[in-house]
């Protein structure tokens, strides 16, 4: 009778993209490729979180894995590989927005009147399908541009912990931040985002009589996939 092969401790745990990125660093560019394919959709969505702009997050990611491939030496594997992209993808995204210039510079906290009330001010730009304000989707649009208002920095945690769902740990190393920095800066990020989201459906509930359900479905909003 067979006995079933024993892994020792070594082989346990050992994330597939360790042999990956070895083949990678003796040259291997399918191994490269195949790393491409799997990490640079997350890439991208991080970098569009950040910046808020899809050109932008296009060439941010390009930037990234091409920064990765000419540095891949210097991935020890002390983390994981993703990890290791997400903190170039942070890096690069802040410095694009610190090299944006623009002739008007605004408040990111400063908001806008509509006919739905105070929002915050990147609702401006939202130029949704109709079909889009109305329905299933509205809450999730309302939610996403109101993230968008956060100050990058609590914008980018609120990110990488709660929309990427990397852990506290993964977030503190791609930030380069002490895991109490990323959770200081997770709940003031939840708590602004939660504000906001109230003041919006306290502006809309007062006008359709609806404000009590609203407020609730704003907590909802920021509790359902948040984790201390």
């Given at each position: 009778m067979l006995m079933p092969a024993i892994q020792s401790p070594e082989t346990e745990g050992i994330h597939p993209d360790v042999a990956l990125v070895a083949r990678a660093k003796n040259g291997d560019t399918a191994a490269f490729e195949q790393l491409?394919?799997?990490y640079e959709r997350q890439i991208f969505r991080v970098a569009q979180h950040i910046t808020q702009n899809r050109e932008d997050a296009e060439d941010i990611t390009q930037d990234v894995f091409l920064k990765a491939y000419q540095k891949l030496d210097q991935f020890q594997g002390n983390s994981k590989f993703s990890t290791w992209l997400v903190r170039i993808a942070v890096n690069e995204s802040l410095m694009r927005l610190r090299k944006r210039k623009t002739s008007k510079t605004v408040?990111?906290?400063e908001d806008v009147q509509t006919e739905d009330g105070s929002i915050p001010r990147d609702f401006a730009e939202w130029r949704p399908n109709?079909?889009?304000i109305y329905g299933q989707n509205e809450l999730g649009n309302i939610l996403r541009k109101t993230i968008q208002g956060l100050p990058p920095g609590f914008r980018t945690v609120f990110t990488?912990?709660?929309?990427e769902n990397l852990s506290t740990e993964e977030t503190a190393e791609a930030l380069g931040l002490s895991v109490p920095a990323v959770k200081s800066r997770l709940l003031r990020a939840?708590?602004?985002l939660r504000e906001r989201l109230s003041r919006y459906f306290r502006q809309k509930g007062?006008?359709?009589g609806g404000l009590k359900g609203d407020l609730h479905v704003a907590d909802l909003a920021v509790d359902g996939g948040s984790r201390s």
């Amino acid at each position: 009778m067979l006995m079933p092969a024993i892994q020792s401790p070594e082989t346990e745990g050992i994330h597939p993209d360790v042999a990956l990125v070895a083949r990678a660093k003796n040259g291997d560019t399918a191994a490269f490729e195949q790393l491409v394919r799997q990490y640079e959709r997350q890439i991208f969505r991080v970098a569009q979180h950040i910046t808020q702009n899809r050109e932008d997050a296009e060439d941010i990611t390009q930037d990234v894995f091409l920064k990765a491939y000419q540095k891949l030496d210097q991935f020890q594997g002390n983390s994981k590989f993703s990890t290791w992209l997400v903190r170039i993808a942070v890096n690069e995204s802040l410095m694009r927005l610190r090299k944006r210039k623009t002739s008007k510079t605004v408040s990111m906290d400063e908001d806008v009147q509509t006919e739905d009330g105070s929002i915050p001010r990147d609702f401006a730009e939202w130029r949704p399908n109709p079909e889009q304000i109305y329905g299933q989707n509205e809450l999730g649009n309302i939610l996403r541009k109101t993230i968008q208002g956060l100050p990058p920095g609590f914008r980018t945690v609120f990110t990488l912990r709660d929309v990427e769902n990397l852990s506290t740990e993964e977030t503190a190393e791609a930030l380069g931040l002490s895991v109490p920095a990323v959770k200081s800066r997770l709940l003031r990020a939840r708590l602004q985002l939660r504000e906001r989201l109230s003041r919006y459906f306290r502006q809309k509930g007062e006008q359709k009589g609806g404000l009590k359900g609203d407020l609730h479905v704003a907590d909802l909003a920021v509790d359902g996939g948040s984790r201390s």
